[in-house]
């Protein structure tokens, strides 16, 4: 059974960045791999999704060009590095896990997760 345990979080300025990371034990995260997001009050919303073993990667519309999914196999982790933050990306994030292409926007798709990271950005 995959664990995923996601680290990386924490207070940052507008403008700043942060790096979270997803680490998996208990098996070989070979799955696509995904960001989502949920802010106070919204819902769960999708991020940035990356293929097994990572030629492929996927964007929301609105971090495009500000984040960047990657993946170490190695390490059998995944990472999700954040530049520009605004207010508006404030919001816990969680690593998720599936087999599969289809329909990997959608959370309900998905058979691992992980506990979450907040991430605060100030203004």
């Known amino acids: 059974q995959v664990q995923l345990v996601e680290s990386g979080g924490g207070l940052v300025q507008a403008g700043g960045s942060l790096r979270l990371s997803c680490a998996a034990s208990?098996?070989?995260?070979?799955?696509?791999a995904t960001w989502f997001r949920q802010a106070p009050g919204k819902e769960r919303e999708f991020v940035a999704a990356?293929?097994?073993?990572?030629?492929?990667?996927f964007y929301a519309d609105s971090i495009k060009g500000r984040f960047t999914i990657s993946r170490d196999n190695i390490k059998n982790t995944v990472y999700l590095q954040m530049n520009s933050l605004k207010p508006e990306d404030a919001a816990v994030y969680y690593c998720?896990?599936?087999?599969?292409?289809?329909?990997?926007?959608?959370?309900?798709?998905?058979?691992?997760w992980g506990q979450g990271t907040q991430v605060t950005v100030s203004s």
């Open positions: 208990g098996g070989t995260l070979s799955m696509y």
């Open positions: 990356i293929s097994w073993p990572g030629s492929l990667t």
């Open positions: 998720a896990a599936k087999y599969g292409s289809s329909r990997m926007r959608e959370k309900e798709q998905y058979t691992y």
